[in-house]
């Protein structure tokens, strides 16, 4: 099967162990590409959020899964937390400057799956009902 030039591009910049179940890099990857984990990359594109603000900008994310995402982006170094000294302590959240780094491929992802949803879900449709595009052919 042919591969695209821009395929073979990206298989370039891959890291040589990306495929290694040992490399260190999966585990981060793991924690970063999932589905609250993108979105909470995404929303702090805009500007730093307090968690309610968080929370109630990313739908259907509870306040424990909410916690335990941001605690892990910034163990890997991409979201900061800003605890203010206040009564009660008023926290902000912010991507780093490597958060940043990762939020405009990342936002280019999330804007590939809103420009083929359509096609996505038909697709779907087509393989949940048997009738797949080879077997029309």
């Not at 891959?14 to 040992?22: I, Y």
């Not at 307090?50 to 509870?62: C, K, N, V, Y």
């Not at 800003?82 to 280019?108: M, N, W």
Request: with cysteine; net charge neutral.
């Amino acid at each position: 099967m042919p591969v695209s030039p821009q395929l073979q591009s990206a298989f370039r910049l891959l890291a040589g162990d990306t495929f290694d179940r040992r490399c260190p890099s999966r585990a981060i990857s793991d924690q970063v590409t999932t589905r609250w984990g993108t979105l909470i990359i995404a929303a702090l594109i805009t500007g730093p959020h307090r968690f309610s603000e968080l929370h109630q900008r990313i739908g259907g994310i509870s306040q424990k899964m909410l916690s335990q995402n941001l605690k892990s982006l910034a163990r890997a170094g991409l979201v900061d937390r800003h605890v203010e000294a206040t009564t009660p302590p008023q926290v902000t959240y912010s991507l780093t400057a490597l958060g940043e780094s990762l939020a405009e491929p990342l936002c280019g992802l999330l804007t590939w799956f809103g420009a083929h949803t359509d096609d996505l879900l038909a697709a779907q449709e087509r393989y949940d009902s048997g009738s797949t595009v080879a077997a029309q052919a």
